[in-house]
T-cell receptor, first 112, second 114 residues
Framework: GQQLNQSPQSMFIQEGEDVSMNCTSS?????WLWYKQDPGEGPVLLIA?????ELTSNGRLTAQFGITRKDSFLNISASIPSDVGIYFC????????????FGKGTKLTVNP | DGGITQSPKYLFRKEGQNVTLSCEQN?????MYWYRQDPGQGLRLIYY???????QKGDIAEGYSVSREKKESFPLTVTSAQKNPTAFYLC?????????????FGDGTRLSIL
């Protein structure tokens, strides 16, 4: 099946640092979503992107839908301890497949 | 509060036993989904349903079964044919394909083998 390559797999940063993670695919997507998952809980939607080139912010989070439709990135500025968790990208392929494809996640650890 | 409720939070299965995981939503969403999550892996789609009384297999449907008799409910049965059922199971829902609305998730059920 289709795959999303999400990187990095894990990150260890100091509180206050900025974070950047990305997802790439060989397929074109018409929707990119970014979720955060805390241990033992379901993923929570952070940002949804629907248009190539779209740049959207949600507080300290910023995500962009790549111009080629094959990639997306998520930036977190001035990280804080509660940013700890696993961040997933997800994409819906062109033509409306009714299904999402998920990356394997980026595990973020923030040291106070 | 509107949302997606999964139960139980933790579930244990004996060898050869079928178990059913519950997913209920009061968001009036048409589409519902079941995912399996293993450590260090992304979410993999088991089954999904766009409307009542209709559902489709996802990427890893073998050993699982579902029903969609009511709009708000989409239970997942893990059958004895699923030889490696230990995982975190997540249910999601959305307004539907044409609504361009993202999926929202429940808090999951962790299934373990006794």
């Amino acid at each position: 099946g289709q795959q999303l390559n999400q990187s990095p797999q894990s990150m260890f940063i100091q509180e206050g640092e900025d974070v950047s993670m990305n997802c790439t695919s060989s397929s074109i997507f018409n929707t990119w979503l970014w979720y955060k998952q805390d241990p033992g809980e379901g993923p929570v939607l952070l940002i949804a992107l629907y248009k190539a080139g779209e740049l959207t912010s949600n507080g300290r989070l910023t995500a962009q839908f790549g111009i080629t439709r094959k990639d997306s990135f998520l930036n977190i500025s001035a990280s804080i301890p509660s940013d700890v968790g696993i961040y997933f990208c997800a994409g819906e392929t062109q033509g409306g497949s009714e299904k999402l494809v998920f990356g394997k996640g980026t595990k973020l650890t923030v040291n106070p | 509060d509107g949302g997606i409720t999964q139960s139980p939070k933790y579930l244990f299965r004996k060898e050869g036993q079928n178990v059913t995981l519950s997913c209920e939503q009061n968001l009036n969403h048409d589409a519902m989904y079941w995912y399996r999550q293993d450590p260090g892996q992304g979410l993999r789609l088991i089954y999904y349903s766009q409307i009542v009384n209709d559902f489709q297999k996802g990427d890893i449907a073998e050993g699982y079964s579902v029903s969609r008799e009511k709009k708000e409910s989409f239970p997942l049965t893990v059958t004895s044919a699923q030889k490696n059922p230990t995982a975190f199971y997540l249910c999601a829902s959305t307004s539907g394909l044409l609504s361009n609305q993202p999926q929202h998730f429940g808090d999951g059920t962790r299934l373990s083998i006794l």
